[in-house]
């Protein structure tokens, strides 16, 4: 069971970036998933997710009408497409996938977690 998120980086304000997440078959193809977040200093918190069929995509409101989540379930991959970053996105994001075939903003769902990457938004 592995998840391995990637695309992270530096970028300038006003930006935008694209996540990637590669999961194993047995891990995703019929699981929920989700992004979520940790800055320094702060707990992790919930940030995109989407159900196994990539229906009902859900955000934090922060992110709303700047994130998208979207999942390619042929190759296992699922993506947070981030645009018009903010120094305040800055933050560890990682790819979990869900107990279920539900995603939801309750880490308490999740079974399997990446191992994080790193994205750093400048001002």
């Known amino acids: 069971v592995q998840l391995q998120a990637s695309g992270g980086g530096l970028v300038q304000a006003g930006g935008s970036l694209r996540l990637s997440c590669a999961a194993s078959?047995?891990?995703?193809?019929?699981?929920?998933m989700g992004w979520f977040r940790q800055a320094p200093g702060k707990e992790r918190e919930f940030v995109a997710a989407i159900n196994w069929n990539g229906g009902n995509p859900s955000y934090v409101a922060s992110v709303k009408g700047r994130f998208t989540i979207s999942r390619d379930r042929v190759n296992d991959m699922v993506y947070l497409q981030m645009n018009s970053l903010r120094p305040e996105d800055t933050a560890v994001y990682y790819c979990a996938a869900a107990r279920g075939a539900w995603g939801t903003s309750d880490t308490s769902n999740y079974q399997y977690w990446g191992q994080g990457t790193q994205v750093t938004v400048s001002s």
């Open positions: 078959r047995r891990t995703s193809s019929n699981n929920g």
